[in-house]
């Protein structure tokens, strides 16, 4: 058993072995867990679920703390299939339980399950006295769906964020004074830079809004991973940095090389950023996990893509990352393309296409070389290093 405070109890599952997390094509090295929460005052509450396949080791946690029958609200935060997943399982002892949501948890809630279940649909800022203790919903729309709400539990100043504030991390232990807390934070920003990136403008509004209700919070316990009980508003200050976008002034090379001459660009070019005093991480993206990539470029100001030209195209290995730069939305970045070629050469060209569409300024023509780089050509790989990293930092 779990107790976060008294009568406050962690009821969720640990996924121990989970290293892919499906519906977000996200590697978790990690492991997660499903966070899930009971408060037993005068009316029994339980805070989100569980996914599916862990209904099991729910109901268990559940059971150790709880007659399930007993349970008077089901609190809804979110209805993300990794949390909603053990609904039906649960809604077979409690058929007559209210389920509390927000308002674009209404549909969620019937356009995933199809039940008639009894539902409480909640407004920002709306109350429910529990007892001794008070719940207070406040609307998170798109932290990171639009149904998504956090549930702030006043008496125990605990603010139960579900994904906000998240990390894939299995862990025997619930809180961040209880583990290594460097792994922690590493997937913290891993989770933002991969999932609350494009939602950054309402991530900050919301810190903002948050900050105003002025409400005392000893615990954040989100729906994934650690619950943040030592320095608790640390990571609401991280988030709110990340939101306001100021990456640091540093480079990250992102490229494949079929026969190794665009390997060869991508190390001198890497030289030259050294040479002009800005530190630089290099990617071969073809063997390179594509998540722990975006977290760098997530980190970084200055983005360097490099490809052969094959087929009048890319390596096809590029692909998955060019993507997720359009749909990220990285803002206040730069970036240039370069890469060997050996007779059409568009593949700087397709590469700038895809800076462009994601919206990040080009700072600088791309570079290309005809099959393998001379001495000669790689001192000016070299050089070209050094202009992009001092006209990366004139943009800061
Ligand atoms: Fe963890 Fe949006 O689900």
């Known amino acids: 058993m779990k107790e976060l ?6 009821v969720g599952a640990n996924d121990w072995k989970v290293r892919y997390f499906h519906g977000y094509e996200l590697s978790t090295h990690r492991g997660s867990t499903y966070n899930s929460y009971l408060i037993k005052d005068q009316k029994t509450v339980l805070i989100d679920t569980v996914w599916e396949p862990l209904t099991d080791q729910f109901l268990e946690h559940l059971n150790e703390v709880v007659d399930i029958k007993t349970i008077d609200y089901i609190v809804m935060n979110h209805l993300e299939p990794d949390h909603s997943g053990a609904l039906p ?37 709306e109350k429910l006295n529990i007892g001794e203790n008070e719940l207070t919903f406040v609307e998170a729309s798109m932290l990171h769906w639009p149904d998504s709400m956090f549930t702030y539990l006043r008496g125990k100043n605990i603010l139960f964020s579900n994904d906000a504030f998240g990390q894939h991390f299995a862990s025997s232990e619930l809180f961040n004074d209880e583990v290594d807390e460097t792994e922690v934070w590493q997937e913290a920003t891993k989770y933002y830079a991969n999932i609350l990136t494009p939602f950054s403008r309402l991530v900050a509004k919301k810190i903002e809004e948050l900050q105003g209700l002025n409400l005392p919070i000893d615990i954040i316990a989100p729906s994934h991973g650690i619950l943040w009980r030592k320095n608790p508003m640390d990571i609401v200050t991280a988030y709110y940095k990340w939101a306001t976008e100021t990456p640091n002034s540093n480079a990250v090379i992102i490229y494949n090389s079929m026969w190794g001459a665009t390997h060869k660009m991508a190390e001198a070019i890497g030289a030259g950023i050294g040479d002009a005093g800005v530190s630089y991480k290099i990617y071969n993206i073809a063997t390179a996990d594509r998540n722990d990539v975006i977290t760098e470029i997530f980190k970084s100001k200055g983005i360097l893509l490099g490809s052969s030209t094959i087929n009048n195209g890319l390596l096809t290995s590029l692909m998955p990352i060019l993507e997720d730069l359009q749909g990220l939305k990285f803002s206040n970045r730069v970036a240039a393309a370069f890469g060997s070629f050996g007779w059409s050469g568009e593949g700087n060209t397709i590469l700038e296409q895809y800076l462009g569409k994601a919206k990040i300024k080009i700072i600088q023509e791309g570079l290309k070389i005809k099959y393998m780089p001379n001495d000669k050509e790689l001192e000016e790989c070299r050089n070209y290093g050094k202009v992009f990293a001092e006209k990366m930092l004139s943009e800061l």
Do not use: C, F, Q
């Open 5 to 10: 405070k008294e009568g406050v109890y962690w």
């Open 89 to 125: 399982a649960l809604m077979e002892y409690l058929p007559d339980t209210t389920i509390i949501v927000s308002k674009k948890g209404e549909e969620s809630i019937h356009r995933h399950y199809h039940k008639d279940w009894k539902l409480k649909v909640v407004t920002n800022g």
